[in-house]
């Protein structure tokens, strides 16, 4: 299998998983092939009900909330440069699955770059998320709040899903796309 074909299979795998490819329990989502540069309404509706559940575990009094009140101060700006920056290349891949390239390459490749020159500060802010999330937990099983335990794992599974699947997917986008470029100036000469 050429690299180009292990790309697309690799695009079209993820495409099915975070793109919003319909499931026996879902309507099936447009599918219309226009390429996004938006991070996919379902991450978006993700973080928006983490950040509510810390919000709400900060406001319970005690450990608990001392520590909901930590995610919540490192989480709230993580998940926004997130939402505008890193995962937006991951809006690409159901068109580009589909062989639809994006109206703007180069827009898309620069946001790549840019993540990749940000990726040891994300990955850093993931281990203090996931430090401070060990804290809620452990303050949640001393005060018999179970439903904060598994708040805190939420939390630790978001950072470990960002660091095993979308960034590297974001990675991916960018790696797929710089192929595209070259062999269409290949075939251009």
């Given at each position: 299998?050429?690299?180009?074909?292990?790309?697309?299979?690799v695009?079209v795998?993820v495409?099915g998983?975070f793109?919003?490819w319909?499931?026996?329990a879902q309507a099936?989502?447009?599918r219309s092939?226009?390429?996004?540069?938006?991070?996919?309404p379902?991450l978006v509706?993700?973080?928006?009900?983490?950040?509510?559940d810390?919000a709400?575990?900060?406001a319970d009094?005690?450990?608990v909330g001392?520590a909901?009140?930590?995610i919540?101060?490192l989480?709230?700006?993580?998940?926004?440069?997130?939402?505008?920056v890193?995962?937006?290349?991951?809006?690409?891949?159901p068109a580009?699955?589909?062989?639809?390239?994006?109206?703007d390459?180069?827009?898309?490749?620069?946001?790549v770059?840019?993540?990749e020159?940000e990726?040891?500060?994300?990955?850093?802010?993931h281990?203090?998320?996931?430090d401070?999330?060990?804290?809620?937990?452990?303050?949640?099983?001393?005060?018999?709040?179970?439903e904060f335990?598994g708040?805190?794992?939420?939390?630790?599974?978001?950072a470990?899903?960002?660091?095993q699947v979308?960034?590297?997917?974001?990675?991916?986008?960018?790696?797929?796309?710089k192929?595209?470029?070259v062999?269409k100036?290949a075939?251009t000469?």
């Amino acid at each position: 299998m050429t690299r180009y074909s292990s790309l697309r299979v690799v695009a079209v795998a993820v495409a099915g998983v975070f793109a919003g490819w319909p499931t026996a329990a879902q309507a099936p989502a447009d599918r219309s092939g226009a390429a996004v540069l938006a991070t996919p309404p379902s991450l978006v509706t993700e973080h928006r009900q983490l950040r509510d559940d810390v919000a709400r575990a900060a406001a319970d009094r005690g450990a608990v909330g001392d520590a909901a009140r930590t995610i919540e101060h490192l989480l709230t700006p993580h998940l926004q440069h997130e939402e505008e920056v890193v995962l937006a290349p991951i809006g690409l891949v159901p068109a580009l699955a589909e062989g639809v390239p994006p109206a703007d390459s180069a827009r898309a490749l620069a946001v790549v770059e840019q993540v990749e020159r940000e990726l040891p500060r994300l990955l850093t802010e993931h281990r203090a998320l996931m430090d401070a999330a060990k804290r809620l937990q452990d303050a949640a099983t001393r005060e018999n709040k179970p439903e904060f335990v598994g708040l805190a794992e939420r939390v630790r599974l978001h950072a470990v899903v960002a660091d095993q699947v979308l960034y590297p997917t974001t990675m991916l986008v960018g790696r797929y796309l710089k192929v595209q470029r070259v062999g269409k100036s290949a075939s251009t000469r």
